[in-house]
C-alpha cells in the first residue's frame, strides 16, 4: 500500500479507527457492527458553507481490505 500517513480518529469512533488525507480527499476507515467500513468524502473548503460531501463507502473483509479500498477509490477519482 502506498505511504499513507494514516491518523486515529478521535476516541468516540469505535476502534480501530483512522483517516488520512489523499489529494482532495478525506479518507475514513472504521468498525461499524464489527464490520470494517470505509469512505471517500470530498474535503470542504472554507468558503462553500458545505459539509464534507460522501463521494463513495462500502465494507470489506478485513480492516486493511478496507484502507485500501479506500485509497484504491480517492487515488482512482483523483484521475477523473
Request: aromatic share 8%.
Amino acid at each position: 500500500m502506498a505511504n499513507i500517513d494514516w491518523q486515529p480518529l478521535p476516541s468516540l469512533w469505535p476502534s480501530p479507527a483512522v483517516s488520512a488525507d489523499v489529494g482532495g480527499f478525506m479518507l475514513l476507515v472504521f468498525t461499524e457492527d464489527n464490520v470494517p467500513t470505509w469512505e471517500v468524502r470530498r474535503k470542504a473548503k472554507k468558503d462553500d458553507g458545505r459539509d464534507d460531501d460522501l463521494v463513495v463507502g462500502g465494507t470489506a473483509d478485513t480492516f486493511e481490505a478496507a484502507k485500501a479500498a479506500a485509497l484504491f477509490e480517492a487515488t482512482a477519482r483523483s484521475l477523473e
